[in-house]
């Protein structure tokens, strides 16, 4: 079955995530993250202490790029591989992480 109208107009990442990368390199990304239409909100697991993606603005700039402004409000280019129930990063740094759509 394809996207309805609405999933379209809102854009393929807004619902919620969890993180599913258990990598130590993957640490500073929070284990939760809900994107809106144009920004996002993460949320961190039990234990874990600043995340670099806290709240912000996003935008997909292509079938593999997303732009993310970080906690430092530094504007970041990430290498995106996106499905309709889990997406894939790959950071500047080489760090691959993953998450899939939590679903209501």
Not at 7 to 25: A, C, F, H, I, N
Not at 68 to 81: K, M
Request: charged share 25%.
């Amino acid at each position: 079955m394809g996207n309805t109208g609405q999933e379209q107009q809102q854009g393929p990442l807004v619902g919620r995530w969890e993180k599913v990368t258990t990598d130590p390199s993957a640490e500073k990304y929070p284990h939760g993250v809900v994107f809106a239409t144009g920004t996002y909100r993460g949320t961190r697991g039990p234990g874990q202490g600043m995340v670099w993606w806290d709240a912000g603005i996003y935008r997909i700039e292509g079938p593999q790029t997303l732009l993310l402004s970080v906690a430092t409000d530094e504007l970041v280019t990430y290498r995106l591989d996106l499905r309709p129930d889990r997406f894939e990063v790959t950071d500047p740094d080489g760090c691959r992480f993953a998450y899939r759509r939590v679903v209501p």
